[in-house]
């Protein structure tokens, strides 16, 4: 009797820190909780992949990418998701393509901070997103698990003249769009500026790359806690 009433308490308390630990995660990155209006949004511009590449891109994308339903995550995202370990299997060139030094130095040159990739254990180390019809994304904070800072480059690589999926920054001034043009991309503290993607027409398409980019890449170990604790939101929730 000792024993199982022991075991109840730490299952109570396992509860208690999950639901902590989650609400850490999600509802720290969904409220607007600081001016962003000092953190700057940087342009660069970069190689475009061949319409060969991107074709396949959009192909894998919606054969065997993540359908992000608002229905399961509370409105906060629609449109479709391919991560690191999809891209890896099917679209490795595209790895290839950004992943590099040259990307890098791109990089360094524009914000003057030397970056670098997450491992490959990371699975949005380096991801696609697609917006059709009605896709957006709300605002939000990225997550940061690590010590050191996080960026993140967002690289549209297709966009018809329809497209209204454009990255949109809010500060206590109000909300600024950033259009970025094909061949061209933002890179900005994801932590820092509360963003969005605003929602798409009807015939409008827009596929962009995304690449988290860090300072430095070391993870304490309540960091290491809510990156697990992130995976099985994002999958749970479809974000």
């Known amino acids: ?115 670098n990739f997450a491992p490959v254990s990371e699975q949005y180390r380096l991801f696609l997103r697609l917006y059709l019809d009605g896709d957006f994304l709300d605002y939000h904070y990225d997550n940061n698990f690590t010590i050191g800072k996080r960026f993140t480059a967002v690289i549209p690589i297709l966009a018809n003249d329809e497209n209204t999926a454009e990255f949109q920054v809010k500060n206590k001034d109000g909300n600024t769009i950033y259009k970025i043009p094909i061949s061209e991309g933002v890179l900005y503290n994801g932590s820092k500026i509360y963003h969005s993607i605003t929602k798409q027409s009807k015939n409008g398409i827009r596929l962009a790359v995304i690449i988290p980019l860090y300072e430095k890449y070391k993870i304490s170990a309540y960091g290491q806690i809510r990156k697990k604790i992130r995976d099985i939101t994002y999958k749970k929730l479809t974000l």
């Open 1 to 115: 009797m000792k024993y199982k009433f022991i075991g109840i308490i730490l299952i109570l308390i396992i509860i208690i820190i999950l639901v902590i630990v989650i609400g850490t995660n999600y509802y720290y990155g969904k409220k607007f909780h600081s001016d962003s209006s000092n953190n700057k949004v940087y342009y660069f511009s970069f190689y475009l992949p061949n319409s060969k590449l991107i074709n396949k891109c959009v192909t894998c994308l919606l054969k065997y990418g993540t359908k992000l339903n608002p229905n399961k995550n509370f409105n906060n995202a629609k449109g479709i998701k391919l991560n690191y370990n999809g891209i890896k299997k099917y679209i490795p060139e595209l790895i290839y393509f950004y992943m590099n030094n040259i990307f890098l130095k791109t990089i360094e040159d524009v914000i003057n901070i030397k970056l």
